[in-house]
């Protein structure tokens, strides 16, 4: 990528795609109710206990995951600021300058998930 | 459109299976008072959660798919960080289908308990109305006809029902009573095996969502470790830390409280990621489950409705007695 017309459409892209993160991330978690989910009684506290527990652990996993996109979203968005401070350095290749924003967090690909 | 052909939804977001939600089944009018709980509730809640479910499937299906375009074959993002995006995202996005789907699993637990209690409770209400109608019983006052049919004011099904003696039928006061007294106990017996079995389900399908939880919250330290340890902010994890050390606490407190401290469900090799990327149906989900079979799962959601036919007996004993009654 060493047009630079490429690269500011490449870096447009990004800052898209970081706007359509946030975006889903907001509808996502306007997924669940305010109040979450409202638990029913099945006429047995055992059930009704574990219920509730489940109802809240299920609002819970969907309020980080829709932090997690958010946060995606935040990353492609840096990623792309990077790229406008390098854009007149296009012997930076966008391979090395994403390389960097998430070396931190990215394993080799051939290492298998860990969760 | 990409021309991604891996099947694998690790390798490409656009194979994320779809939530499906079963056909439901109305529930049956009756003044749901002697087994006790709120079916239409519990029947809402199953909606909510369905609709809930088949929301963030749509919402995760159209990231998976725009971010396939925007790395995949015709977009503009290529290369080794293209693809460890697609992989980072893409563990998230496992994550969600999973999520969307183990609480559409839950929606059909919570939904058939509804329905099995609802419907042994209505045939319990028909039999007593048989019952009364034919002359075998007379209801005390803890019984009323109202514009919704029978209306039990208490729990006490036997102290309800009086046995009316029947000389000319053959039956004896003491036998009426005596299958009163069954139809009673089978049904509260028929009610316990609904909830327990729709108990381990909820408990079964939400152990690895509860487990998940933390999956965000550590920071590893450590260069060239991918997520999750280190995706959340340090202000969103210390946010998040506390109440979900809590709530897994009260998670796993429920469960052990349900009888669920089995290996089946502390050793079971089920993740999250396993729910949302490769297993296809409940029964997929609990083939993983170590020293568990499909089978037993599908045993466990069928024994609510087998427990209504444990009933059949009790109900044929009323029956008898109403078609032997004189006219």
């Excluded at chain 1, 994403?98 to 298998?112: F, G, R, S, V």
């Excluded at chain 2, 056909?23 to 029947?43: E, M, N, Q, V």
Aim: glycine share 8%; net charge neutral.
């Amino acid at each position: 990528m060493s047009d630079p017309e490429e690269f500011k459409v490449f870096r447009e892209d990004l800052y898209a795609a970081a706007k359509v993160f946030h975006q889903v991330a907001g509808d996502y978690k306007g997924t669940m109710p305010n109040a979450g989910f409202l638990p029913a009684t099945a006429g047995d506290p055992t059930f009704d206990n574990l219920l509730d527990a489940s109802l809240k652990t299920i609002g819970e996993m969907h309020l980080i995951l829709a932090q997690a996109v958010d946060q995606h979203g935040r990353k492609i968005a840096s990623a792309a600021d990077t790229f406008g401070t390098t854009e007149g350095d296009i012997n930076a290749t966008v391979n090395q300058v994403l390389d960097k924003m998430w070396k931190d967090c990215t394993p080799p690909l051939d290492t298998p998930p860990s969760f | 459109m990409s021309k991604n052909t891996d099947t694998s939804p690790v390798h490409n977001l656009t194979r994320l299976s779809k939530v499906k939600i079963p056909p439901r089944k109305t529930l049956p009018i009756c003044c749901y008072r002697f087994l006790g709980g709120d079916y239409p509730a519990l029947s809402r809640l199953a909606g909510d959660l369905y609709d809930f479910a088949a929301k963030c499937d749509s919402e995760v299906s159209s990231l998976a798919e725009y971010v396939e375009k925007l790395i995949g074959d015709s977009g503009s993002w290529k290369g080794q960080t293209a693809d460890a995006f697609r992989y980072s995202f893409g563990g998230d996005a496992i994550l969600m289908n999973g999520l969307a789907k183990t609480t559409s699993a839950c929606a059909q637990v919570i939904d058939n308990l509804a329905y099995n209690l609802a419907h042994l409770e209505s045939k319990i209400e028909e039999k007593i109305i048989e019952g009364v109608e034919s002359g075998y019983f007379s209801l005390s006052t803890h019984y009323m006809m109202g514009d919704q049919g029978l209306q039990l004011m208490t729990s006490d099904l036997k102290a309800g029902l009086i046995p009316i003696v029947r000389a000319d039928s053959g039956l004896s006061g003491k036998k009426a009573g005596r299958a009163a007294g069954l139809l009673c106990d089978s049904a509260l017996a028929s009610a316990r095996k609904c909830r327990k079995a729709a108990t381990a389900q909820l408990a079964i399908l939400c152990e690895p969502i509860s487990k998940a939880l933390d999956i965000y919250t550590s920071k590893s330290g450590q260069q060239n470790r991918r997520e999750p340890n280190g995706l959340l902010r340090n202000d969103q994890i210390a946010n998040d830390g506390i109440g979900i050390k809590n709530l897994q606490k009260q998670f796993q407190t429920a469960s052990q409280a349900a009888g669920m401290t089995a290996p089946v469900v502390k050793n079971a090799g089920l993740s999250l990621k396993k729910l949302g990327g490769e297993a296809q149906t409940i029964g997929g989900i609990v083939s993983d489950l170590k020293g568990w079979k499909s089978a037993d799962f599908t045993t466990k959601f069928n024994s609510g409705s087998n427990a209504i036919q444990s009933i059949g007996p009790i109900l044929q004993d009323i029956a008898l007695m109403v078609a032997v009654a004189p006219k």
